[in-house]
């Protein structure tokens, strides 16, 4: 290298630049942000951020999960890459950070290494992963797990929103899941995986800290419950002959709260809670929750499945219903690498930048990237800790520190991976 790593910074005002456009596409009439994976406006962001890969003197492709890669050859041609990235979709009305901060800190890292002429001696590939946030009935982190060889047939099978296969999909968007297999990278491809990511949450703003040195990712399991009961006229069945869907429903969530209330998991949220028929004069027969459940022991993870199991059979007889749990893959907890971890320590305080050490409550592409290769997060802080809201927000300058310990933490990663 012709630079040392304290010589090197990425280009701020470029970096900045670059995240307001994305932000406008994809702009929610309703505020906020709507990039659906796969969607018009998800492809539309790829193919900015590959013209500014490309731009940047990159070797860019995308592969058949989807996944955009733009790759700085290093020294050693024999060596693992190093990779850093995540992701360019969001939820509906999401904020403008949350996935395009790590990858447009990324390519400005790669973009200041190049232009020092200050090659790695490993490759350093950027990458957006496809489909993260697993909207539209589809599973999330769809594109680092094809990278890790986890995407099953069944995943590309399975039936989304309006009926449309993750398959289907990946398609319509220019994947090929046919050939997925030729997504999967081997462990020996891989030398690290550094992850630069919004915090979204309140802890570094807590602790007056600008930089989040990542221990841990959560766990994490989605459970989709089905409640049937008996539909009927509002105003003529006495409440002693109903069946009714939305109360058995009405117990369930209070259930899945007291999962995290009663400590058995750290956090429970039932987000989905849909009725059918939906008429205020009609006694629901159906219901359908959606219920996340997070913890950072596999173990308690289990554990809170059958007690939830077990407090639905008892609703189900109280309420004269049946309810049906499906268990979706479990996203097992991650430990971050200490040796990744400590150069971004270095770095942080390289650039006297308060730091706190915390546990991440959100699942990132990272942990799913941990079965291929050591893996490390930075974060920075979320304005009042609100993150998939319009009102999602970090301030400017935090957004350009992180991206310069990032630079840094790879650049002394580089010297001691093998």
Not at 175 to 195: L, N, T
Not at 336 to 362: K, M, N, P
Request: charged letters at 20%; aromatic letters at 2%; glycine letters at 12%.
């Amino acid at each position: 290298m012709t630079s040392s790593a304290s010589d090197l910074e990425v280009d701020g005002g470029l970096l900045l630049a670059r995240l307001r456009q994305l932000s406008a596409i994809g702009t929610d009439p309703r505020g906020g942000v709507t990039r659906l994976a796969y969607s018009a406006e998800d492809v539309d962001a790829r193919d900015t951020v590959a013209d500014w890969m490309a731009a940047a003197g990159l070797q860019v492709w995308v592969d058949e999960a989807t996944n955009l890669f733009g790759r700085l050859p290093g020294r050693d041609p024999h060596a693992g890459a190093v990779l850093t990235g995540s992701h360019l979709d969001s939820v509906s009305r999401a904020g403008a950070l949350d996935g395009p901060a790590g990858v447009i800190a990324g390519l400005a890292t790669a973009q200041a290494l190049r232009d020092a002429g200050a090659a790695l001696r490993h490759d350093l590939v950027v990458v957006a992963f496809g489909n993260e946030e697993g909207t539209r009935g589809t599973p999330g982190m769809v594109g680092s797990k094809a990278i890790a060889g986890l995407l099953t047939p069944e995943d590309l099978a399975r039936p989304g929103d309006g009926g449309v296969t993750l398959a289907d999909r990946l398609r319509g968007a220019g994947g090929d899941p046919e050939r997925i297999s030729r997504a999967a990278w081997s462990p020996d491809r891989v030398a690290a995986f550094v992850e630069m990511h919004i915090e979204q949450g309140p802890v570094l703003e807590a602790e007056d800290a600008r930089i989040g040195v990542v221990s841990s990712i959560t766990g994490q399991v989605g459970v989709t419950a089905s409640i049937t009961g008996a539909a009927n006229h509002a105003g003529t069945t006495p409440m002693t002959r109903r069946r009714d869907a939305a109360v058995a429903a009405a117990h369930l969530v209070l259930t899945v709260e007291s999962l995290a209330r009663d400590g058995h998991v750290r956090v429970a949220t039932t987000g989905i809670l849909g009725l059918v028929p939906g008429a205020r004069n009609v006694i629901p027969g159906e219901a359908v929750l959606g219920i996340d459940i997070r913890d950072g022991d596999v173990g308690r993870m289990a554990a809170a499945l059958e007690l939830l199991g077990r407090q639905a059979t008892e609703v189900a007889a109280r309420t004269g219903t049946t309810i049906r749990l499906t268990v979706g893959p479990v996203q097992s907890p991650v430990a971050t690498d200490c040796r990744l971890a400590g150069h971004i320590v270095d770095a942080a305080e390289g650039l006297s930048a308060r730091w706190c050490e915390l546990t991440s409550g959100a699942g990132h592409d990272a942990q799913v990237m941990a079965a291929l290769a050591p893996v490390a997060m930075v974060f920075v802080p979320s304005v009042n800790g609100v993150s998939h809201s319009p009102h999602e927000d970090t301030d400017p300058e935090d957004l350009v520190l992180g991206a310069n310990v990032l630079l840094r933490a790879l650049v002394a990663a580089d010297l001691e991976l093998p």
